[in-house]
């Protein structure tokens, strides 16, 4: 049994954000990052497995030299092995580009089970695990609650709009992309954490994964325009007044734009 | 070692992520509930794998000692990396951002008390009360000062013991002992009552003395300025009667010379004092962070409280700490690394400049705080309480300035 677990780094929940000179990302300089939230949640249902019995757990992350950190923080957690694909070339790269990044390890390492996060904290498109799953041509589920082995494949109970279940049975090889909370994360324990440093760690360009000139801005259908803060705006109108009048207002508004 | 490593980040990262999760929470209740702090200790060994490492070391030393090597360990040589030294000075730098006082618990249960056993007892005694202790499935209080003795620790002492036959009787009143109240294992250090010898210069020695002894009193825990949650204690020994087997050392303790167990207790002072630099890192790290982010946030007269210079020069004089006091840190590390350890002096140097800072600097943080800095719910109220004790606990700073001056002038 092989799980490819995908994991973004991501800045920091707590990190001072500031837009870049271009007007197009953050400036990274001197924040901190970490792992992707909903991508922990990934690795501990991996590592569960691998407790459980026989399994080799690989994880992958894309991006510059400082994501080995989130890769050396999933091998003192108890990943077995790392993938760390580095390469300006990727850089860019819109949602499709990296799911291209992905599936092309995968395709390397032919694993039974890709895990990842619902999304991520920073970029909230939703978008790379269906992608990657139709490159791979494997079955998938998002906003998986519950993953348990059934058959030849997994159980994975989708949590949908209003607080309802949907149970579906995937066959492996599949992916599966987990919502947040859906098990306590692990701590990498310190001798984890020493062991980490030892445990292999390849890394890996676009032209090794067959993708020169495929990814990236270049290739990029969809491209970030812009980031900025929101402006704040003449029209905006503070009701005051008591939790009751203040509701009634608001009500009345609403139904005054027709909105009701 | 210029910067921390990114394995050592990654120790820092999965501590304050344990920290946050399990002991902010909790925070009200350990400074201001009397929840002991014991627990979450435990919890964080545990988590970490810190108990099984300890058990590790200690089976090797017992292994050593077994073989007849002990006496090897002085002549240790460093792995060049000193990750030992930072996977111990790590934790502490991160507690003592939230709680301080859970350092104090935990370092006097395991450096103190667990060091005084490891360090003086036979193997039989290092087994029997050793690995509990360094693996916090025992608490530890070691019990030194006496209410009249405190800088002066041996000079003034009064707690004694009394050799009868096969057994001892052990008589003395302690205060301040770290972990009093609730302590499974506590070492006891107090004098041999020597017929002809005057008091200043009797003979130094430890029991282990178990809860619950006849003869045993644990005090409640003592109100205090800052650390609360660490508890803090009286312990009372009243004809308390014991065999040579609760003597740290044995037979061979009776037959060292009289300045034996003076030098003995130094040598904790000395690993005691480089622990605070850390504790002051971590005090003054979360101070100049807390500060920042408000000096950012406040504002008066229509801008930013960090735009006035008076805000800016406290700013900068905490920088200039922080950064003073890790590399303090790294210094000690890197000593690891090398096997070596500093000498008293330096020691004293490090704590006495890391006291102070800490002081000096959570205090800065309670005025550019203002008002609010006062309250307890902006935070540097307690890391101002709990700083103060650094400059009175793990010897004064006067009796740093002492030990730094007497290595001057005589050196």
């Known amino acids: 049994m092989k799980i490819l677990v995908c994991l973004k780094q991501v800045p920091h929940q707590d990190a001072r954000l500031d837009i870049d000179g271009a007007g197009t990302w953050i400036k990274e300089d001197g924040i901190k990052f970490e792992i992707n939230s909903y991508d922990t949640f990934a690795l501990e249902e991996a590592l569960r497995i691998k407790d459980a019995g026989e399994a080799e757990v690989v994880v992958v992350s894309i991006g510059p030299d400082r994501v080995t950190q989130a890769l050396r923080t999933a091998l003192g957690m108890g990943a077995d092995r790392a993938i760390h694909v580095k390469d300006a070339e990727i850089d860019g790269s819109d949602t499709l580009g990296i799911a291209k990044v992905l599936a092309a390890v995968a395709k390397e390492e032919s694993p039974d089970l890709v895990l990842m996060g619902l999304m991520s904290d920073d970029g909230n498109a939703s978008a790379v695990p269906p992608m990657m799953a139709e490159l791979m041509g494997v079955p998938s589920a998002t906003a998986v609650m519950k993953a348990t082995p059934e058959g030849d494949g997994y159980r994975c109970e989708r949590e949908l709009e209003g607080g309802a279940l949907e149970v579906v049975d995937l066959a492996k090889p599949c992916l599966i992309a987990v919502q947040s909370g859906l098990n306590q994360v692990r701590y990498a324990s310190l001798k984890g954490i020493m062991a980490a440093k030892k445990k292999p760690m390849d890394t890996k360009s676009a032209g090794d994964l067959g993708l020169s000139g495929v990814v990236g801005a270049a290739g990029a259908k969809a491209q970030i325009e812009k980031i900025y803060a929101p402006v704040r705006g003449e029209g905006a109108e503070i009701i005051e007044g008591s939790t009751d009048e203040v509701v009634t207002q608001l009500v009345g508004k609403i139904k005054e734009l027709g909105l009701l | 070692m210029i910067e921390w490593s990114e394995q050592h980040e990654m120790i820092r990262d999965a501590v304050r992520r344990f920290i946050e999760e399990e002991i902010v929470p909790n925070l009200e209740e350990l400074e201001h509930g009397d ?35 002990a006496k090897e360990k002085k002549a240790r040589e460093g792995d060049g990396t000193g990750d030992g030294a930072a996977m111990q000075l790590i934790p502490i730098i991160e507690l003592c951002r939230y709680c301080p006082g ?91 009552e020597e017929e002809g010898v005057d008091s200043r210069d009797r003979k130094i020695l430890n029991f282990v003395l178990d809860r619950g002894m006849k003869g045993l009193d644990q005090g409640k825990p003592l109100r205090k300025m800052g650390l609360h949650s660490s508890p803090t204690g009286e312990l009372f020994v009243n004809d308390l009667r014991c065999s040579i087997d609760h003597l740290l050392g044995g037979e061979d303790a009776l037959n060292k010379s009289h300045g034996a167990g003076r030098e003995g207790a130094k040598d904790t002072f000395q690993t005691e004092r480089s622990g605070v630099a850390a504790m002051a890192l971590g005090i003054v790290s979360r101070c100049l962070e807390l500060s920042v982010a408000y000096s950012r946030e406040r504002v008066q007269w229509e801008k930013p409280i960090g735009e006035y210079q008076l805000i800016q020069e406290k700013l900068a004089r905490m920088e200039v700490a922080r950064m003073n006091l890790q590399n303090l840190v790294f210094r000690t590390i890197e000593l690891s690394a090398h096997g070596k350890s500093m000498g008293l002096a330096e020691a004293s140097a490090m704590k006495l400049y890391a006291a102070r800072a800490a002081v000096e600097v959570a205090m800065e943080a309670v005025q550019v705080f203002g008002g609010n800095g006062y309250m307890a719910e902006y935070h540097v109220e307690q890391l101002a309480r709990d700083a103060k004790v650094l400059q009175i606990y793990a010897g004064t700073d006067e009796i740093q300035i002492r030990a730094i001056a007497r290595d001057l002038l005589t050196g």
């Open chain 2, 35 to 69: 929840l002991p702090p014991y627990e979450i200790l435990r919890k964080m060994y545990a988590t970490f794998g810190m108990d099984e490492m300890a058990r590790g070391r200690f089976e090797r030393q017992i292994a050593k000692a077994e073989a007849g090597d």
């Open chain 2, 102 to 192: 859970m350092v104090t618990a935990l370092g006097v249960s395991v450096g103190l008390t667990g060091a005084a056993i490891m360090s003086k007892g036979s193997v039989e005694q290092k087994k029997r009360w050793g690995l509990d202790v360094l693996t916090l499935t025992k608490i530890g209080a070691w019990a030194i000062t006496e209410p009249g003795s405190g800088s002066d620790a041996f000079g003034g002492m009064k707690a004694s013991a009394r050799r009868e036959g096969d057994e001892f009787v052990l008589n003395g009143s302690k205060t301040f002992i770290t972990n009093g109240p609730f302590a499974d294992t506590i070492v006891f250090i107090c004098k041999l």
